[in-house]
């Protein structure tokens, strides 16, 4: 079993940062990437960022330029940094885990943290 502990949602006024932040523990043998969506209230969920094993990113055009994605490999845990935040952004943050246990390659979920932007 894998489990997700995601940190750091909140509310936030418009221009304002937040950092999030997931840690991964469990029967984890290797990671192949790790990063965040999102969803908002009556929309489907989608991508925001996600970095792979080979450090390559995948991003959300609406937050290019405004997010960035850290990773500490040696506590298997990722960073979500949002700068600039508009009250577009508000929505549930979900982490998102790639990675392969003894038994085989899955993939893995958070349970959501809240973001709101709202002055």
């Known amino acids: 079993q894998v489990q997700l502990v995601e940190s750091g949602g909140g509310l936030v006024q418009p221009g304002g940062s937040l950092r999030l932040s997931c840690a991964a523990s469990g029967s984890i043998r290797s990671i192949n990437a790790m990063g965040w969506y999102r969803q908002a209230p009556g929309k489907q969920r989608e991508l925001v960022a996600v970095?792979?094993?080979?450090?390559?990113?995948h991003w959300a055009d609406s937050v290019k330029g405004r997010f960035t994605i850290t990773r500490d490999n040696a506590k298997n845990t990722v960073y979500l940094h949002m700068n600039s935040l508009k009250p577009e952004d508000t929505a549930v943050y979900y982490c998102?885990?790639?990675?392969?246990?003894?038994?085989?390659?899955?993939?893995?979920w958070g349970q959501g943290t809240q973001v709101a932007v709202s002055s």
């Open positions: 998102y885990l790639d990675y392969c246990s003894g038994y085989g390659c899955y993939d893995a």
């Open positions: 970095v792979t094993s080979e450090d390559t990113g």
